[in-house]
């Protein structure tokens, strides 16, 4: 799917002087750490980028900043060398930026509106989104003082919205497996004021560093998709008090996603499950519901959500929408395109997504 994209992009981009280099039989995984993976990058890169239009004549000193939002590095002298940001990677491109540096002049931009970070924001803001996560806070029933888990709090938002959900009547701690992603999370929270409200630490799901029974409460929401669910519940359960409640949220990879535009049945049967991009391990079905029930905790709450965007452009759509684009024939695309412009024309487009969502309490 990735290939897929990248391959629509590239025209203007060699149009401009862009080159691509190919990792032959490198399989990415949301949270593959493709600099820590492949330290041969260097020279691919090198290889492929070391000419080009754009030369910079800078001395090499290192510079910082932020323009619209964006925040950039530069470090290193040569040719122009731009890195965005991985996906999920937890060590993004920092362990090969010393040898790059070597050879380009690099720069490095992050921000909510790059990569992963633009979608979690995106889907952040819905209204449908945080009403479903603002029904699992309440489904806690939690009393005032008692401390809760984030687990898997990527950049933040859900995190910023349970204490503003709260109004600061429960501590939270907010644990990630990504140094990167936490870096931005602690840099959302500083601008919605609460710097000293939340706790940020690194951890795994499937190794908490947290004592037994050490909170009143915890949630989670679309991370035990990308880790080993089991393994994830029961460090879930170890972690909380006798009686302890969570709140578990995923993809559901096995519920219908819908798009709002008048396409031929045939085409819609073809993309009415969305990508079952889930972990070896991972749950993103109603496998959740059992599996929670395995792990000690007694279902107090358990339904599907759907969540649907409106944004034509944005990542949420965006994403499901290049998987979906893959699956069809040429032709059948662009009866896609013509469907997706007409729904777009009369103000009535929009897609959705399907969630599991399970709230339950460990025994006493």
Known sequence: ???????????????????????????AESWSDLAADCPDLVELLSTHCSTGPFVDTASGEEQQGEVAGIRYRVIGDGPVLVLTPLVLAPSQWEPLLPKLAERFRVVTLAGPQLGMLALLEERAALADWRHMCAGAFDALRLKPGGHVLDIGCGSGAVAIQFRQHTAGRNP????????????????????????????FTEGSAETLTFPDGHFDAAYTVTVFEECNAETAFVELARVLKPGGRAAVIVRGTDLHQWWNMPLPADIRAKISLPAASVAPGGVASAALYDMAVAAGFRPLRMHTYTVASERAEGPIMEYPETYALSLLTPA?????????????????????????????????
């Open 332 to 364: 059948e695309q662009e009866t896609y395109r013509a469907a997706k412009a007409e729904a777009a024309a009369a103000g009535t487009l929009f897609m959705t997504r399907g969630h599991h969502c399970f709230v339950g309490e460990l025994a006493s």
């Open 172 to 199: 939270l701690t907010a644990m990630d497996l990504s140094p990167y992603l936490l870096g931005e999370a602690r840099i959302a929270a500083e601008k919605a004021g609460l710097a000293d409200a939340i706790t």
């Open 1 to 27: 799917m990735l290939a897929g994209t990248a391959n629509r992009a590239l025209p203007p981009l060699e149009a401009a002087g862009a080159a691509k280099a190919s990792l032959i039989g490198y399989h």
